[in-house]
């Protein structure tokens, strides 16, 4: 699971024709951010038809497993924790039309599937002889049986990109406000793996390089394979170390690169607490970053408070909010909006707490959105 596909979920569109005008988006929200359901199957399919990416695969068999496994994983149906896989989406609530997702999964390494990567060192090597002294980036492949927990797969549909309602952010910053509501049911520590630049054609330089000579199979072929094999990863690659010197200088500059249609995934986790890891995907060469769960700032400012009764209509703070339900279809909800907070009261604008489908009294976990 990848974040940002290099579909730019964060890329600048620069008002395409056909962008919906979202206003002051967060004085009066306009989207949802809620668990998927069963019934949003066709709204999922119409997402994924745009834009076909790994994360999303334009198959309804995939799509329907992914949300067969959240909303068991929301309901509390997987009977371990650590096995569940939750998939937020984004909703239009003028439309009712789903314009992105993002995932968690609250394990990602296991015994049946571990978590498999490069680690990243370098070896000095000298002789007195020749008075030569090198260094090189070391590349050992190294596999995780209690993986940390990763958010992914986050998508947001191409003509809602960089609209003032911020739908990538808003899709990013929820898993954290989720994580932080529920910490017992996730890892100490939070991975998310990013994407490398690729070729114009979707390659990998890495994989061209190196796992297709050891798999004889395409950089796509092998993405999608290893969603549900691990196997052949672990028999087919080399077990022992490889010198990165060995690769062409274009090869060696991708180890550890983010795309640019991720730049602003990475900067938006190194602001909240994410630190590069020295490990890459042992396909492309993307970087893992990841942040002790603890220390991610959002996490650290996540607060529950209590509805008060009253509107709010002002402009505030702005925030995420978020609240939950025992039981039913639908068990989250959460929406970004402008609020004023009295200590452990707050009061939120008429529309929100409609979307939200709340009542004053009602108790409301929220994280800052700046
Ligand atoms: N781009 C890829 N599919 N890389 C291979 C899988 C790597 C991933 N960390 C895993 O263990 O599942």
Not at 98 to 120: K, L
Not at 217 to 229: G, H, K, M, P, V
């Amino acid at each position: 699971m990848q974040e940002a596909d290099g579909t730019g979920a964060w890329c600048k569109v620069t008002g395409p024709s056909g962008a919906p005008f979202l206003g002051r988006s967060s004085a009066c929200p306009m989207l949802v951010l809620r668990d998927v359901q069963k019934t949003d199957l066709p709204g999922l399919k119409r997402l994924a038809a745009v834009l076909n990416t790994v994360n999303l695969p334009n198959n309804e068999e995939t799509l329907e497993a992914i949300i067969d496994k959240s909303v068991k994983s929301f309901a509390g149906k997987v009977k371990d924790p650590f096995e569940r896989e939750y998939l937020f989406v984004l909703e239009d609530v003028r439309n009712n039309l789903i314009i992105g997702t993002s995932m968690i999964i609250a394990q990602h390494g296991t015994y049946d599937a571990p978590h498999i990567y490069y680690e990243v060192s370098e070896r000095e090597h000298y002789s007195a002889s020749l008075e030569r002294h090198l260094r090189h980036k070391v590349l050992s492949i190294a596999y995780n049986y209690e993986g940390p927990t990763e958010i992914g797969g986050l998508v947001v549909d191409p003509p809602y990109r960089a609209t003032p309602d911020k739908p990538g952010k808003q899709l990013s910053f929820v898993r954290f406000l989720f994580i932080a509501m529920h910490r017992r049911l996730f890892r100490p520590r939070v991975l998310a793996e990013l994407l490398p630049p690729l070729l114009p054609d979707g390659r990998s330089l890495l994989w061209e390089a190196c796992g297709k000579k050891f798999t004889g199979l395409t950089y796509l072929e092998a993405d999608r394979l290893s969603r549900q094999n691990k196997e052949f990863i672990k028999e087919l690659f080399p077990s022992s170390d490889i010198y990165a010197s060995l690769f062409p200088d274009r090869v060696q500059k991708v180890l550890g690169e983010v795309g640019p249609a991720t730049r602003g995934v990475q900067r938006m986790l190194e602001r909240v607490g994410f630190r590069y890891v020295e490990r890459i995907d042992p396909f492309d060469g993307g970087p893992h970053f990841e942040a002790d769960t603890a220390d991610i700032s959002l996490v650290r400012r996540y607060r529950t408070v209590k509805l008060a009764d009253e509107d709010f209509e002002l402009e505030g703070d702005d925030v995420l909010v978020a609240a939950e339900r025992e039981s039913g279809r639908n068990r989250f909800r959460s929406v970004r909006c402008q609020a004023r907070l009295d200590n452990t009261v707050i009061y939120l604008p008429a529309r929100a707490k409609e979307i939200l489908e709340v009542k004053a009294g009602a108790k409301l976990s929220i994280i800052p959105f700046e």
